[in-house]
Structure formats: C-alpha cells, structure tokens
C-alpha cells in the first residue's frame, strides 16, 4: 500500500516547456488535488476532482490544466511553464464523508529558469 | 470563498516549555478544523483535527481549542520536544465536501535546546 505516488521528484524547465506532473493513489479515494507550495504562502489549491469524470478551479488554477484518467490516477500539465510556476507541487487524496484527512504525495520540486 | 490567517510565521520557545499557533477563518459555514506538520523536505501530515460540534481535544502533548463564536482556533504543544520544530499549517473546510482544504501560511516552530 503505497498511498499517494507523485513523479517526477525533481524537474528543471526551460521558460515555455511543457510538462505533465503525474499522480496516482492506491487507496480507493474518491476525490483528489494539486496544491502548490510557495515559501511563506503555505498550500494553495490549482485544481481538484471530487469524483472520477470531474473537475474543478481551485485558488490558482491560471497556467495549468488537469485530467482525472481514472479513479486511481490525476494528472497536472503546464502547456508553457513560466519562472511564476517555479514552486513544490503536491498531490493529495482523500474520502469525502469519511472525514477530510488529506494524504499528500512526496512532492515534485519544479523549477523553470 | 473561505480565508484561514496564521500567526505568528515563526515561534522559537525553549525545550520544555509551550507553544501556542493561532488561526482565524472567514467562512462561518466552515466546520473542519485540521492541523499539519511538515518537517524539512517532507510531506505535511495530519497532526490532530476538531469539528465545530466540539470546544477542544487533546492528544497526548497537543491539543486544539474552537472559538466559533471569534471564528478562532489554536494548536497548543507542551512540553516542547526537538522533535516538535517543523512547520504548522492551520486549515479550514465545510466538511463532508470534496472542494479541499484553505490552508494557513504557515508557522515555523523552532525549537531551542
């Protein structure tokens, strides 16, 4: 059982690049997100998805999109990354109803020069 | 939408003695209070959580207090460890929802031998 599985753990983009940041839970979550982690501005929410097939805007959703592949899996893609995205991306999922604990991934530290 | 502030942004208390992290949120209709831990270069994790059913609750050396009324709640340590310096995300949601977590900026606690 290995939780919330994020990849890569580190990446360095060229401004314009693209790139998707991948994640996948094993623990039968129905809802799932990507926060972004800047320092001295704690966790703001880009995207999430409350269930298979949906997704929403969060707080800084501006440069990015996602896809919900599956149940299990939940992709984030910067179409053109800008030195503004340099930043710590975690994926989290959790179980609506059975309390709101988060699980959070290990992190992708993503850095665009 | 909902607004969690944190205070102070670091808190440096020697070994053995209390801290104490306070937030304040905006949203009267949020009622999940969550607290998170993050060591270096580590994913947060979930520390201990309170509803808006519920003044306070403890867990061995920490413990959260709800003011509903002030929209205010605190993490309290005693008996401060080295183990304990980490950072300290406060958090609030409408719980039993799949929107995510607000999070605080954050609290680095730093503790002094």
């Known amino acids: 059982n290995a939780g919330v599985t994020q990849t890569p753990k580190f990446q360095v983009l060229k401004t314009g690049q693209s790139m998707t940041l991948q994640c996948a839970q094993d623990?039968?979550?129905?809802?799932m997100y990507w926060y972004r982690q800047d320092p001295g501005m704690g966790l703001r929410l880009i995207y999430y998805?409350?269930?298979?097939?949906?997704?929403d805007k969060g707080e800084v959703p501006n440069g990015y999109n996602v896809s919900r592949l599956n149940k299990r899996e939940f992709s984030l893609r910067l179409e053109s990354a800008a030195p503004s995205q340099t930043s710590v991306y975690f994926c989290?999922?959790?179980?609506?109803?059975?309390?709101?604990?988060?699980?959070f991934g290990s992190g992708t530290q993503l850095s665009v020069l | 939408g909902e607004n969690v502030e944190q205070h102070p942004s670091t808190l440096s208390v020697q070994e053995g003695d209390s801290a104490v992290i306070k937030c304040t949120y905006s949203?009267?209709?949020?009622?999940?209070f969550p607290w998170y831990k993050q060591e270096l270069g580590k994913r947060p994790q979930l520390i201990i959580d309170?509803?808006?059913?519920?003044g306070e609750k403890k867990d061995q050396r920490i413990a959260v207090t709800l003011n509903k009324t002030a929209k205010h709640f605190s993490l309290h340590i005693t008996e401060t460890q080295p183990e304990d310096s980490a950072v300290y995300f406060c958090?609030?949601?409408?719980?039993?929802?799949?929107?995510?977590?607000?999070f605080g900026k954050g609290t680095h606690l730093i503790i002094q031998p």
């Open positions: 989290a999922s959790s179980e609506p109803g059975m309390g709101e604990k988060l699980f």
């Open positions: 623990m039968n979550h129905n809802s």
């Open positions: 998805s409350a269930s298979e097939g949906t997704t």
């Open positions: 949203d009267s209709a949020s009622n999940y």
């Open positions: 309170i509803r808006s059913n519920v």
């Open positions: 958090a609030a949601s409408i719980g039993g929802g799949a929107d995510g977590l607000t």
